[in-house]
C-alpha cells in the first residue's frame, strides 16, 4: 500500500544477508486471491475487463499509464519482469483495514502480490542483478510490508479512539508515499542529533464523512522480530486542524498526567 518501494529497499537490505536470524511463515487468515488476476479492488485493481456494475472499483478511474489518485501507484502489473530468476506468486491478501467505497458497503484494502512488488520496485529503479536475493526474501518483505501497514493502522486507530463516540468504524480513504519530504518533526528530531525516518507516509481517514489527515515516520528498528514487524512508527494527526491540534495536546497532557502517576505510586511502593 502507498509508496512502498523506499520501505522495501530497507526491508530487502536487512533480509538479502540476515545475521543468523531466520523467521517461520505465518499465513494470513484472510483468503488469497489467486489465478493471476488481482481482485477488482482498490489499490491495484487491474482493469482486465470491463467492470460490471457490482464491482469494488476505485471511486476514482485511471487508465494503464495514469497514477491512482487514492494510492499513488500506477496500475498494478502480474507479468514476470525479463530476465526475473524465479517465478513468484500473484496471490494477494485482503487487510485489515477498512476502505471507503461509493456504496458505503464494507471492504477492505488489499495488498500487492510478490510479483507486483518485485515489478514495483524494478520500476524504481531497483538493481536486483547485484544482490543475492532469494525467492524466500520476497516472501518476507510482503509478510514485512504487511505487518507494518497493519501496524500503523493500528497506531491510527488509538487517536480515533478519542473520537469514539462521534465515529465508531473510521476508515482509510487514500494515501501516498512522501519519503523525500520528512515531516517538521522528523527535522526538528534530527537537529537534535536523532536519526531521519527512511519513509513516510500520509494517510487520509474517513472520520464518518469527516477527513482527517496522519503523517507517518517510519524509523529503521533493525532486523524484523517474529511478526514481520521492523519498523519504529511514529503515527500522529497532521498539524492542519485545530481539531487534530487539541487531539495531539491532550495526548500529550495524558502521557505527562499518567507516566507521574505510575512514578508516584513506585515511589509509594518503596
Not at 42 to 64: F, L, R, T
Not at 67 to 76: D, G, Q, S
Request: glycine share 6%; hydrophobic share 30%; proline share 9%.
Amino acid at each position: 500500500m502507498g509508496n512502498t518501494v523506499t520501505a522495501a529497499e530497507v526491508v530487502a537490505d536487512n533480509l538479502i544477508h540476515p545475521v543468523g536470524t531466520t523467521h517461520g511463515v505465518k499465513h494470513h487468515p484472510h483468503v488469497n486471491h489467486k489465478d493471476g488476476v488481482p481482485p477488482p479492488e482498490c489499490p491495484m485493481h487491474q482493469k482486465v475487463q470491463p467492470p460490471s456494475a457490482n464491482a469494488s472499483e476505485c471511486p476514482v478511474g485511471y487508465g494503464n499509464n495514469d497514477i491512482n489518485p487514492l494510492n499513488m501507484m500506477p496500475a498494478p502489473n502480474q507479468q514476470p519482469a525479463p530476465d526475473q530468476p524465479f517465478p513468484l506468486p500473484t496471490e494477494r491478501q485482503i487487510s485489515n483495514i477498512p476502505k471507503v467505497t461509493p456504496d458505503g458497503s464494507t471492504e477492505f484494502w488489499v495488498y500487492p502480490s510478490q510479483q507486483m512488488f518485485w515489478n514495483a520496485m524494478l520500476r524504481k529503479g531497483w538493481q536486483w542483478k547485484k544482490d543475492d536475493l532469494q525467492q524466500n526474501d520476497m516472501d518476507n518483505i510482503i509478510k514485512i510490508h504487511n505487518a507494518n501497514n497493519e501496524q500503523a493502522w493500528q497506531e491510527v486507530l488509538k487517536w480515533e479512539a478519542l473520537h469514539a463516540r462521534e465515529c465508531g468504524h473510521p476508515k482509510l480513504k487514500s494515501f501516498g508515499g512522501k519519503a523525500t519530504q520528512y515531516s517538521p518533526r522528523a527535522r526538528i528530531r534530527s537537529w537534535m542529533g536523532y536519526e531521519l525516518p527512511f519513509d513516510r507516509h500520509d494517510w487520509i481517514v474517513d472520520r464518518c464523512g469527516k477527513e482527517v489527515r496522519y503523517v507517518i515516520d517510519y524509523y529503521d528498528g533493525g532486523l524484523p522480530d517474529d511478526n514481520f514487524k521492523f519498523a519504529i512508527l511514529d503515527v500522529r494527526p497532521a498539524f492542519d486542524s485545530f481539531e487534530n491540534v487539541w487531539d495531539r495536546m491532550k495526548v500529550v497532557y495524558m502521557r505527562y498526567k499518567y507516566a507521574n502517576e505510575e512514578k508516584t505510586s513506585k515511589e509509594d511502593l518503596n
